[in-house]
Nanobody, 115 residues
Framework: QVQLTESGGGLVQPGGSLRLSCATS????????MGWYRQAPGKQRELVAT???????NYLDSVKGRFTISRDNAKNTVDLQMNSLKREDTAVYSC?????????WGQGTQVTVSS
């Protein structure tokens, strides 16, 4: 059974940091293209960051320089370090695993940036 489980969300003040983690099981993690998405209330889901099986990364323009995606193929995890958080980063963050046409999603974790 495939599982993607996010953790690390919560409430943080503007300018603060959070680290999200996505633990996976049931997949050959090292070959999967991994990504973090987010969806804010009333808005469409958007792709925040991706990392290839080889470690190449890509970011949404609005998070470049603030967010860092990383993966640990030994632990089957993908993390998203979020620094200098802004109110507009408030959303449900979900991790995504993709290999060819096979796609899996986690259930999401809420990130709220508010004073």
């Amino acid at each position: 059974q495939v599982q993607l489980t996010e953790s690390g969300g919560g409430l943080v003040q503007p300018g603060g940091s959070l680290r999200l983690s996505c633990a996976t099981s049931g997949i050959n993690f090292s070959v999967y293209f991994m990504g973090w998405y987010r969806q804010a209330p009333g808005k469409q889901r958007e792709l925040v960051a991706t990392i290839t099986s080889g470690g190449r990364t890509n970011y949404l323009d609005s998070v470049k320089g603030r967010f860092t995606i990383s993966r640990d193929n030994a632990k089957n995890t993908v993390d998203l370090q979020m620094n200098s958080l802004k109110r507009e980063d408030t959303a449900v963050y979900s991790c995504n695993a993709r290999w060819g046409t096979t796609v899996y999603w986690g259930q999401g974790t809420q990130v709220t940036v508010s004073s």
